[in-house]
C-alpha cells in the first residue's frame, strides 16, 4: 500500500471528538483535583455543593466547548473538501506536509468557533438576566483578546491533530485489512485453480511419474516409518538434521534437500525456499505481510505458515498454476544450508 486512501470515517462523525473533548476534560478535572484539591474544595464550597459545582462546570465548561470542538472538525472536513485531500502517500515527508497543511485551519478556528461559543456559555451561565451589554462587553468582545486566544491554543492543537490522525490511522489499518483479505482471497482462489489443474491433468511433461521418488523412510524417537511421499506435508532443515512433515509427525529422513529436490516430482513438489520443499496438495494459501515478504500457510493440523520472500512467490504462483519446470536450482552443499 503505497497512499492511504482518505475516507475520513472518524472525522464524519463528530460524536468521536466530543467523546474525545469529554475524555481530555475529565483528565483535567481529575488532575486539578489531585495537584490543587483546596483550591477545588474552594470552589466546590462557594458553588454551594457538589451538584450545584458540576451544573457550572456543565454550562460553564462542557457545554460550550463541546461547540467548540464540533466547530474544529467540521473546519478541518472542510479543509479537506475545499482542497481537495482524499490521498495521502505512505512516506513521512508527505504526512508530514498533510499535517502542516492543516495548521492555518486549526489556528484560525478560534474565530470562528469562539462567538458561538461564548454565546451558549452567556445563554446557559446568565439564565434568565441577559443583558446585551454584559453579552458584549464580556462574552463577545471582551474574549477576542491575546490571552484568551492563547490559553485556547494548546487545546485547538490537541484536538485538531488528535482527530485527524485518529481519522488517518483509522483510514489506514481498514485499508490494509481490505488489501490482505483481497490478497488472501486471491491465493484461496489460485490454489482452488491449481487443484483442479493436478485433477485434469493425466500426463507429466518433464517425466514419467516412476521416475520419481514415491516412498521413503523415516524415524523418529518411536521408531521407523515407511510412507509414500505423497503423504509429506513439507520437508525441513532443522540443525543440520533433514526432516519430513507428515499427519503422524515429523519423522528424520536420510536424504538431503538437494537431492530431495532432483528426486521428487517438480509438478508436486516445490523448493520455495533454501530450507523448505512443500507438497503442491498441502498448500492451504498466501498472503502479504511485510516488507515485501508473504506468508505461505500450509494444510497442516497447526497451520504452519513459511515467511517467503517477494523473488519466490512469482514461480511459486507459476507452478501452482501449473507449470511443471522445476523452478530453483539451489547448487549450494546442503550440509551448510542452516533452519532460519
Known amino acids: ?31 486539578s483535583w489531585t495537584s490543587a484539591y483546596t483550591v477545588k474544595v474552594e470552589k466546590l464550597v462557594k458553588a454551594g455543593g457538589l451538584l450545584p459545582y458540576v451544573s457550572l462546570w456543565l454550562r460553564s465548561l462542557l457545554i460550550p466547548e463541546i461547540c467548540s470542538t464540533y466547530i474544529i472538525i467540521t473546519l478541518i472536513n472542510l479543509h479537506h473538501t475545499r482542497y481537495k485531500i482524499d490521498s495521502v502517500d ?38 434568565p438576566n441577559y443583558t446585551f451589554s454584559k453579552y458584549w462587553e464580556v462574552y ?32 489506514y489499518f481498514t485499508q490494509r485489512q481490505e488489501a490482505q483479505e483481497a490478497a488472501e482471497s486471491q491465493a ?38 515407511d510412507f509414500p511421499v505423497e503423504d509429506v506435508y513439507f520437508f525441513t532443515i532443522e540443525d543440520r538434521y ?21 528426486e521428487l516430482d517438480p509438478s508436486r513438489f516445490f523448493r520455495i525456499k533454501r530450507d523448505y520443499i512443500v507438497n503442491r496438495q498441502a498448500v492451504l ?20 505458515e513459511i515467511v517467503v520472500p517477494r523473488a519466490r512467490m512469482q514461480e511459486f ?12 536450482a539451489d547448487t549450494s552443499t546442503d550440509s551448510f544450508i542452516m533452519a532460519s
Open 1 to 31: 500500500m503505497k497512499a492511504i486512501q482518505l475516507t475520513r470515517t472518524f472525522l464524519k462523525k463528530p460524536i468521536y471528538g466530543i467523546g474525545l473533548l469529554l475524555g481530555i476534560v475529565l483528565l483535567i478535572e481529575g488532575l
Open 90 to 127: 505512505l512516506t513521512w515527508r508527505d504526512i508530514t506536509k498533510y499535517e502542516l497543511l492543516l495548521l492555518p485551519t486549526i489556528l484560525l478556528s478560534f474565530f470562528v468557533f469562539n462567538p458561538a461559543t461564548e454565546t451558549i456559555r452567556f445563554l446557559l451561565e446568565q439564565f
Open 140 to 171: 463577545l468582545g471582551g474574549t477576542f483578546t491575546a490571552g484568551i486566544y492563547f490559553r485556547y491554543l494548546i487545546p485547538m492543537l490537541l484536538i485538531g491533530y488528535i482527530v485527524t490522525n485518529t481519522s488517518l490511522l483509522s483510514d
Open 188 to 225: 484461496a482462489m489460485a490454489v482452488q485453480a491449481a487443484q483442479a489443474a493436478i485433477a485434469a491433468q493425466t500426463t507429466v511433461a518433464a517425466a514419467p511419474a516412476s521416475n520419481y521418488l514415491s516412498h521413503m523412510k523415516g524415524k523418529n524417537q518411536h521408531g521407523e516409518l
Open 242 to 262: 533433514y526432516y519430513a512433515q507428515l499427519e503422524k509427525g515429523q519423522y528424520l529422513v536420510a536424504k538431503t534437500l538437494n537431492e530431495l529436490e532432483t
Open 285 to 304: 494459501n498466501y498472503a502479504y505481510w511485510e516488507n515485501g515478504k508473504y506468508i505461505v500457510r500450509l494444510n497442516t493440523p497447526d497451520r504452519h
Open 317 to 328: 504462483r507459476e507452478w501452482l498454476q501449473g507449470n511443471g519446470q522445476r523452478p530453483y
